[in-house]
């Protein structure tokens, strides 16, 4: 099974979610902005990706500059109690196969985590081509 960490208001994350299903595997789509995270869901998650809740920050159309959390010396503990509190400042989408863990940013990344890559052509949003017709990845 697929898990996808998905805000239905990100282009980005949307785009995954789209190479996910053409995929046919069984996804677990969790809306994090609705149902938030837990301390200990967040440190597996960013454990597993290898990446610091720092790395992990959303910094744009969220509330990290607001509450100080793009200075120099703030904690990981600070940004990680942000997190719980505020759930938009964890950036998007990250998804867990059983190849691995991985924020996948820029969409393309999901590729990473798949055995195989969906039948194409697919594209994002805005038009752009990540799959062709003959099943080969583009770019």
Excluded at 13 to 42: F, I
Excluded at 106 to 135: C, H, M, Q, Y
Aim: glycine letters at 8%.
């Amino acid at each position: 099974m697929i898990t996808i960490y998905h805000n239905p208001d990100c282009g980005t994350s949307r785009n995954v979610l789209r190479v996910l299903e053409a995929t046919g595997e069984k996804l677990n789509v969790v809306e994090y902005l609705d149902t938030g995270w837990t301390q200990g869901q967040l440190l597996g998650l960013f454990a597993a990706a290898d990446i610091t809740p720092r790395e992990a920050l959303r910094e744009k159309r969220s509330p990290a500059e607001e509450l100080g959390l793009l200075e120099d010396g703030v904690s990981d503990e600070t940004i990680m109690a942000a997190m719980l509190e505020h759930p938009v400042l964890v950036n998007r989408p990250i998804v867990c196969t059983p190849k691995g863990v991985k924020m996948c940013r820029p969409s393309e990344t999901v590729f990473d985590l798949l055995d195989r890559l969906p039948p194409g052509p697919l594209a994002k949003e805005d038009g752009e081509l990540l799959i062709d017709e003959n099943g080969k990845r583009v770019g």
